[in-house]
C-alpha cells in the first residue's frame, strides 16, 4: 500500500463514528413484604418496655393504634382475619378449636393462596410459631409456598416458646437474606404466653418477653435492611401486628379495652417515617400485601390496603389501656424464662397454647 493510500485509510477510520457501549438494563423494581405477628402483644405495654427495634420501625414507619371491639379476641380467629382480610363475622372462627379448621378458608382463601393463584412465580413463605399458624398456611390450592412450625421439633416433642421463637426469626433471617421471598410471614409467640402465666402478677415478665421478641424483631428488620443493601431493585416492606391485647391480669377473650386493644406498625415505601394513622386494621394485612405485590384484592375482602388508608377510622382514640405496674417490681429477666420453661403451657403435649388442652390459652 502506497504512502497515500495509508493515510486515506488511516483517515477513513478517524471518520468513523465511536459507539458507546450501552449501558446494562437496571434490574426491575420488585416489592417485597415481610409481616411479623407478635401474639398478644399491648402496645402501650411496647412504648413502656426495652423495645428500641420496635421503636425504630414505629420512628421510620407509620402507627396506627386501634381496638378490633366487636370481633373475638381470641388468636386463630385474629390470625385468620389477618391472613384472609375478613372479620370473623365472614369467615367464621370463633375459637382455637373446633371451628379453626381449613374448612374455614375455603370461602375466604389466605394471602398466600390468592398470590399463589394469580403470581404463581412469587415465593410465599410461612415460618412460624404456633402449629395454627402452619395450619393456615397450608390451607388452599395452591399454598404457601413453603411452611415452617418450630414449636414442634422434628421428633413431635414440644420446644418452649422462647427458643421457638428464636428459632422462627432465625429462619426468617435466612431466608430473607438467601432467598428474599416476595412474602414472609412470620408469627411470634412468647408474649403471649407469659401474659396468660406471668402478667398478673409480675407485670415486668411481660415487659421482658416483649424485650426478647424485640431483639428477634431487630434481627429480622437487620436481614432486610441488609438485602435492601445488597440489591438495590428491591423495596421491602414490614408490617408489624398483633391478634389481641391482655387484661392487666392476664388473659383476653372478652371485649374489654384491654383485649381488644391492637395496632399495626408499616415501615416501607408509601409509609410516612414518624406518622399515625389509626385507620389502619388487622383486617388490612392481606390487602396491603396484595397491593405491594401488583395482585388485585377479592372485592368481597372487609379490609383496605393501607396504601389506600385502610378501612378503619385515621381518627379512632388510641385505646386505653395504661401500662401495668402494680405487683412484683423489678426486672424479671431469666426468671420469667425460667417460669416458661418450667411451666406446663411451655411443653407441647403437656398443655401447650399449641396444643389441645391448651388451645384456650390463645
Not at 283 to 301: C, F, Q, S
Request: charged share 15%.
Amino acid at each position: 500500500m502506497s504512502r497515500t493510500h495509508r493515510i486515506l485509510a488511516a483517515a477513513a477510520l478517524c471518520a468513523v463514528p465511536l459507539t458507546a457501549a450501552a449501558p446494562a438494563p437496571a434490574a426491575p423494581v420488585v416489592n417485597k413484604v415481610v409481616v411479623i405477628g407478635l401474639d398478644g402483644t399491648l402496645y402501650s405495654e411496647i412504648a413502656a418496655a426495652n423495645a428500641p427495634n420496635l421503636d425504630r420501625l414505629v420512628a421510620e414507619g407509620t402507627l396506627a393504634r386501634t381496638s378490633i371491639a366487636g370481633h373475638t379476641t381470641m388468636s386463630c380467629v385474629s390470625w385468620a382475619t389477618a391472613l384472609t382480610g375478613v372479620w370473623d363475622t365472614k369467615h367464621g372462627i370463633v375459637d382455637n378449636d373446633a371451628s379453626c379448621n381449613a374448612g374455614a378458608f375455603a370461602p375466604y382463601p389466605t394471602v398466600f393462596t390468592q398470590l399463589e393463584a394469580a403470581q404463581p412465580s412469587l415465593s410465599t413463605v410461612s415460618l412460624g410459631t404456633w402449629d395454627k399458624i402452619g395450619m393456615i398456611a397450608r390451607t388452599g390450592n395452591p399454598k404457601a409456598d413453603k411452611v415452617t412450625v418450630t414449636q414442634i421439633d422434628p421428633t413431635g416433642a414440644g420446644i418452649c416458646e422462647t427458643i421457638a421463637d428464636s428459632n422462627a426469626a432465625t429462619q426468617v433471617a435466612a431466608a430473607i437474606s438467601a432467598d428474599g421471598p416476595d412474602l414472609t410471614f412470620t408469627h411470634l409467640d412468647q408474649i403471649d404466653i407469659v401474659g396468660h402465666t406471668l402478667r398478673g402478677i409480675w407485670p415486668q415478665s411481660y415487659r421482658d418477653a416483649i424485650a426478647r421478641a424485640d431483639g428477634l424483631v431487630g434481627k429480622i428488620t437487620q436481614a432486610v435492611d441488609a438485602r435492601m443493601a445488597a440489591h438495590s431493585n428491591e423495596r421491602w416492606t414490614i408490617l408489624v401486628t398483633t391478634d389481641h391485647g391482655h387484661k392487666p391480669e392476664g388473659g383476653h377473650g372478652g371485649q374489654s379495652a384491654y383485649e381488644t386493644a391492637s395496632f399495626v406498625i408499616a415501615r416501607g415505601p408509601g409509609f410516612a417515617a414518624g406518622a399515625q394513622n389509626n385507620g389502619y386494621t388487622l383486617a388490612d394485612i392481606t390487602p396491603t400485601v396484595l397491593d405491594l405485590l401488583g395482585v388485585a384484592a377479592p372485592a368481597n375482602l372487609d379490609g383496605v390496603s393501607m396504601l389506600a388508608g385502610g378501612s378503619g377510622d385515621p381518627g379512632a382514640p388510641v385505646p386505653n389501656t395504661p401500662p401495668v405496674d402494680s405487683g412484683v417490681t423489678g426486672s424479671s429477666s431469666g426468671s420469667a424464662q425460667a417460669a416458661m420453661v418450667n411451666n406446663p403451657l411451655c411443653i407441647l403435649g403437656s398443655g401447650s397454647a399449641g396444643g389441645s388442652s391448651g388451645s384456650d390459652h390463645k
